[in-house]
């Protein structure tokens, strides 16, 4: 059963990547909250206002719409960093993968620019920084220290 659980999650992590890298936020036609400061509330749970400009806020609730319950928060900050929360469903060594597709799918969202991807535990402990250097078009990724 263990290696049930595996192979699915690691089909729902292709399945996000493909998703993040060949959409975009802005085909959403969902109405969208007037202010993005406002954040809203699961049982238990408060959540991050997902970005400080209208651009920002309609990609970080993209995220969360299109990851099937593998980000439990994400956030994206000045048009150039976006924070995600994970759920405890990612495994730890699919982390990385994860990590490039968002950072695929904001690059494609905030082009020419450089971009910071900052990956979150469950218990909000950061566990890894991708980081998008737009000259190079490369991604460097950093653990925490």
């Known amino acids: 059963m263990n290696f049930f659980y595996k192979v699915r999650n690691l089909i729902s992590i292709l399945l996000l990547v493909c998703v993040l890298t060949f959409t975009t936020a ?3 036609s969902k109405n969208q909250a007037t202010n993005p400061t406002e954040t809203s509330q699961s049982v238990g749970y408060r959540q991050l206002a997902r970005g400080s400009s209208t651009q920002g806020q309609n990609f970080g609730d993209w995220v969360m719409e299109t990851s099937k319950g593998l980000i439990k928060d994400a956030y994206v900050r ?3 960093k976006l924070g995600v929360v994970i759920s405890p469903k990612v495994l730890p060594s699919d982390v990385k993968n994860l990590a490039k597709s968002l950072t695929q799918g904001f690059r494609h969202n905030f082009p020419n620019q450089d971009l910071t991807v900052l990956m979150y535990a469950p218990d909000k402990q950061l ?3 991708a980081r998008y250097d737009m000259q190079s078009k490369q991604i460097a990724y950093q653990q925490p220290s």
Do not use: A, V
Request: glycine share 12%; with cysteine.
């Open 26 to 28: 802005c085909g959403s």
């Open 127 to 129: 566990i890894l920084t």
């Open 78 to 80: 000045d048009n150039n």
